[in-house]
């Protein structure tokens, strides 16, 4: 049950993050908007205690739930590299909130060319400080590199979507409403792909400097490029699968909501359903696809670098995937 609290281990998920299930099950808490309400003294008090739980010196009557609220409210507000605050509008548990009106905005019918192109912009720009916030920053980033990579992916979004619609606008073989139906689908590969190429421009310096590796007690082993390509990849994958059923099930639903005669006879209700529409499948896509792999991912030493199968003798390490 999700109110059950198991013995609290400092720096450790809640839920087993072996299975699918307990990765959704902790992401659901990662991304948790609650978070985004919590006071200055509250972080205080909840890094305060667990400094305390660090130095075995918890005061009598705490908690396994306070524990792991405390490290809950730390994680969600805190980089786990930097150890510095997230801005609000990029963290995970911001995502939703703040991107939820950019996804409503890309998904309106009859856009015009220039409103494509706007809302690509908005969604690339939102897309690469997120993905920035919350990068494996156990390696500086230069900033030329942050520039470059959201300069690539406004580019590749607004290129794929523009060419999309210009080519079904130009095709005369599609009914309207089909062009229509369409339209409102382009988001989706214009997105996934700039998405994507995102997160490879925007990290892509931690495929030659690697990103530090660390053993079961947290101590760091060495830095590989083996962990950082390992981690790209599965950001990447799941950067490619996040818009999916964003961009696609509110489409699918909409058209069959606009054949509805409440609909028909109320257009004023087309806005305020498309967005409550978009903003569910925005909530129930971005646990599932972050949740396809661990934060903290594992790596076999033996498919590391010499370097750091000398270091150590321990059989898996541990790196920051980021998200």
Not at 173 to 180: G, N, P
């Amino acid at each position: 049950m999700a109110d059950v609290y198991p013995p609290f281990q400092l720096n450790k998920p809640r839920f087993d993050q072996g299975s699918f299930n307990g990765r959704l099950r902790h992401f659901m808490e990662v991304i948790d908007p609650r978070t985004l309400l919590t006071t200055s003294k509250q972080l205080e008090d909840a890094i305060r205690l667990l400094d305390k739980y660090k130095q075995g010196n918890v005061p009598d009557g705490t908690t396994d739930k306070q524990l792991w609220e405390s490290q809950k409210i730390k994680q969600a507000i805190i980089h786990p590299d930097t150890g510095e605050k997230i801005f609000m509008p990029f963290r995970m548990s911001g995502f939703v909130p703040f991107g939820s009106f950019v996804v409503v905005g890309m998904l309106l019918p009859n856009s015009s060319m220039r409103q494509v192109i706007f809302w690509q912009w908005l969604n690339q720009s939102h897309n690469a400080c997120v993905n920035f916030a919350n990068r494996n920053a156990s390696k500086p980033t230069p900033l030329k590199r942050f520039i470059f990579g959201y300069v690539g992916a406004v580019t590749t979004a607004v290129s794929i979507a523009v060419g999309l619609n210009l080519l079904i606008r130009r095709a005369n073989s599609f009914s309207l409403t089909t062009k229509l139906l369409i339209q409102r689908l382009v988001p989706f590969p214009a997105t996934a792909t700039a998405s994507t190429c995102n997160v490879l421009l925007m990290r892509n310096s931690e495929l030659s400097e690697g990103v530090q590796v660390l053993d079961n007690r947290g101590n760091v082993v060495g830095t590989s490029q083996v962990a950082a390509k390992k981690a790209l990849k599965e950001t990447a994958v799941t950067r490619m699968f996040l818009p999916a059923p964003i961009l696609l099930i509110p489409p699918m639903v909409m058209s069959l909501l606009e054949k509805r005669r409440f609909l028909i006879r109320n257009p004023r209700l087309h806005l305020p359903i498309n967005s409550v529409v978009c903003t569910m499948a925005f909530w129930l896509a971005l646990p599932v696809a972050i949740a396809l792999f661990p934060q903290i991912s594992e790596i076999k030493r033996e498919h590391l670098e010499p370097a750091i199968q000398s270091a150590t003798s321990e059989s898996v390490l541990y790196y920051n995937k980021g998200l």
